[in-house]
């Protein structure tokens, strides 16, 4: 073959498989909860399931969690609205572990409180976290994405994104003590302005059932890290596609302000709502826009996905079970990735 038609093959070839040109598959529910079990609840931002079969959902502005039967048939409240130990009140973050505890963050007081319940909702532990520093708020409407939102269980210890520590992660153990910091705050260009800096590292952790740890950024340029168990970096990649663009071409060079009590904090838009790690390791980052993007585990861009249920969904949790189905709010739908 020429040279030149050697080199325009290989150049047709490398945009045949960038990342952004992959076209939009579009998942569709196989089912869910049904409509007279998603009315009982106000806001439906967390729906998972236990390994007996039991369904949870977290209702977040309902302040309580239910538990729904493997048949679907009936759901019963676990955790109710209060401030006393037990009970939740202004609830953030919500994650249940692979054996099936659960675990809630809320603010009673403006107090942030972590709190552990068994299957039937009996407490099983819990404790306070430590006073912080008022910082900026990642926030989709009144939905707060950062600090104990971002919560993680993964059984025998807990993450939260907590970057005013200087780390882009806290793991605690499950008795409140904090075990040790994962992952160096990523260089914005914002060092100058502390709260600006801090906002633009705000980020998800995700533990991966083959080992170690993601941590998806929430706002400014979309990009995620990969750790390893002991919480060494593994890499890190920018995430790219036309849905990111666009939200890339909306950040400001001069940030807007909101007034917090006594201090003027920066207004940050998310360019994440959700995402979650699967069996294998693959990576599933849901976007502003209704689109989700699926990383490998060695970190290529394989899909771009849209979920449709009523219409397209643009997805505020995303639960894998342990036989495979994707489990999505809002709507509580359940589909086969």
């Not at 054996?99 to 299957?119: K, N």
């Not at 909702?121 to 600090?147: C, D, K």
Request: hydrophobic letters at 40%; charged letters at 20%; glycine letters at 10%.
């Amino acid at each position: 073959m020429p040279r030149t038609c050697a080199v325009l093959l290989f150049a047709l070839t490398a945009l045949a498989v960038r990342p952004e040109a992959l076209d939009v598959e579009v998942l569709r529910s196989i089912g869910g909860l049904p409509p007279h079990i998603v009315g009982l609840f106000e806001e439906p931002l967390g729906f998972q399931q236990a390994p007996g079969g039991t369904y949870y959902v977290f209702d977040r502005r309902g302040h309580s969690v239910y538990a729904v039967d493997a048949a679907k048939k009936a759901a019963v409240k676990l955790v109710e609205i209060g401030p006393e130990v037990g009970r939740i009140i202004q609830p953030r973050g919500f994650d249940a572990s692979p054996a099936g505890p659960f675990v809630v963050a809320d603010a009673p007081r403006g107090v942030e409180r972590v709190q552990i319940f068994g299957e039937t909702g009996t407490r099983l532990g819990g404790f306070a976290l430590p006073v912080r520093e008022r910082s900026a708020t990642i926030a989709i409407g009144s939905l707060v994405l950062n600090g104990i939102a971002s919560i993680r269980y993964g059984g025998d210890s807990l993450l939260i994104s907590h970057p005013e520590s200087g780390a882009l992660i806290t793991e605690y153990s499950t008795a409140g003590r904090a075990r040790r910091s994962i992952g160096r705050l990523r260089a914005t260009g914002y060092e100058q302005d502390r709260d600006l800096h801090l906002a633009l590292n705000v980020g998800l952790p995700l533990f991966d059932p083959t080992g170690g740890f993601y941590y998806v950024f929430l706002a400014g340029r979309p990009m995620f890290q990969r750790y390893d168990a002991g919480g060494r970096l593994m890499y890190e990649r920018h995430i790219e596609g036309p849905e990111v663009d666009r939200y890339l071409g909306t950040l400001p060079t001069r940030w807007p302000t909101r007034r917090v009590e006594d201090r003027e904090l920066p207004l940050v838009t998310p360019a994440i709502r959700t995402a979650a790690v699967d069996a294998r390791g693959q990576l599933w980052v849901s976007l502003m826009e209704p689109y989700t993007y699926v990383y490998d585990a060695q970190s290529d861009k394989i899909r771009s996905v849209q979920f449709s249920a009523a219409g397209i969904l643009s997805p505020t949790s995303l639960f894998f079970t342990s036989d495979g189905r994707l489990l999505v709010t809002p709507g509580c739908y359940e589909f086969r990735p």
